[in-house]
T-cell receptor, first 114, second 118 residues
C-alpha cells in the first residue's frame, strides 16, 4: 500500500530536549515536505526536499532542521524545542514530472512542548 | 506570491441543509492546481479533489460538488444534504509551479470549520 508514515503520532516533551520526527514514504517520490498546522493559520511549509541531499527552507524554517540521506526518509529535527513549536506536523511526498501534483500526506504528528 | 483565502472561519448548519465553502486564490502562474482537503476530528488530511487550471468544468461526486471559476479566482465547494459526518475542517489549497521552486509546495487557506448538527 502506497503511504507516508510518521512517527511518533503523539509526543509531549519539554523545552530544550532534542527530538526527531521521522517520515518515510514507499512510493519512490522525489519531493518531500514538512508542514506545520496551527489554529487560524492553516498549514505552512517548514522545509522541503527535491531529492536526496537537496533540501531548502520553506516559509517557517526557524528552529527546525531536516536531512535527506535516503530517498524514502525525511526526518524533521528540533534541536531545542520551544513551546511555540507546539503544533500538528504533517509530512508530504510527491513524484516529480507530470505527476508532481499528486500529493500524499502522512497521518500527522501532534507535538506538545511544555 | 501565492495566497488562498477562506473567509469563512466557521459555519454551522442543520443536517440536510446545503452548505457552500468559499475559496479564493491568488497566483501569477498560468499552470496551477487547486485542492480541497477534509480534516475530521481525528486530525488526518483526507484528499477530496484536485483541479488543474486548464479545466474549469464543475465536478460532482455524490453529495459533493465543486465550482471552479478562473474569472473570479474561486474554487468553491458545496455539500448537498449535509450530514453530521461532514463535520470537519475543510482546507482549500493551491500548488506552486514546480519550476518556480518550493518543492511542489501547497499553499493552504486557513480552513473552514463546518459543524453539522441534528
Amino acid at each position: 500500500e502506497a503511504q507516508v508514515t510518521q512517527n511518533p503520532r503523539y509526543l509531549i516533551t519539554v523545552t530544550g530536549k532534542k527530538l526527531t520526527v521521522t517520515c518515510s514514504q514507499n512510493m519512490n517520490h522525489e519531493y518531500m515536505s514538512w508542514y506545520r498546522q496551527d489554529p487560524g493559520l492553516g498549514l505552512r511549509q517548514i522545509y522541503y526536499s527535491m531529492n536526496v541531499e537537496v533540501t531548502d527552507k520553506g516559509d517557517v524554517p526557524e528552529g527546525y532542521k531536516v536531512s535527506r540521506k535516503e530517498k524514502r526518509n525525511f526526518p524533521l529535527i528540533l534541536e531545542s524545542p520551544s513551546p511555540n513549536q507546539t503544533s500538528l506536523y504533517f509530512c508530504a511526498s510527491s513524484p516529480s514530472g507530470r505527476r508532481s501534483y499528486e500529493q500524499y500526506f502522512g497521518p500527522g504528528t501532534r507535538l506538545t512542548v511544555t | 506570491a501565492q495566497k488562498v483565502t477562506q473567509a469563512q472561519t466557521e459555519i454551522s448548519v442543520v443536517e440536510k441543509e446545503d452548505v457552500t465553502l468559499d475559496c479564493v486564490y491568488e497566483t501569477r502562474d498560468t499552470t496551477y492546481y487547486l485542492f480541497w482537503y477534509k480534516q475530521p476530528p481525528s486530525g488526518e488530511l483526507v484528499f477530496l479533489i484536485r483541479r488543474n487550471s486548464f479545466d474549469e468544468q464543475n465536478e460532482i461526486s455524490g453529495r459533493y460538488s465543486w465550482n471552479f471559476q478562473k474569472s473570479t479566482s474561486s474554487f468553491n465547494f458545496t455539500i448537498t444534504a449535509s450530514q453530521v459526518v461532514d463535520s470537519a475542517v475543510y482546507f482549500c489549497a493551491l500548488s506552486e509551479d514546480i519550476l518556480t521552486g518550493g518543492g511542489n509546495k501547497l499553499t493552504f487557506g486557513t480552513g473552514t470549520q463546518l459543524k453539522v448538527e441534528l
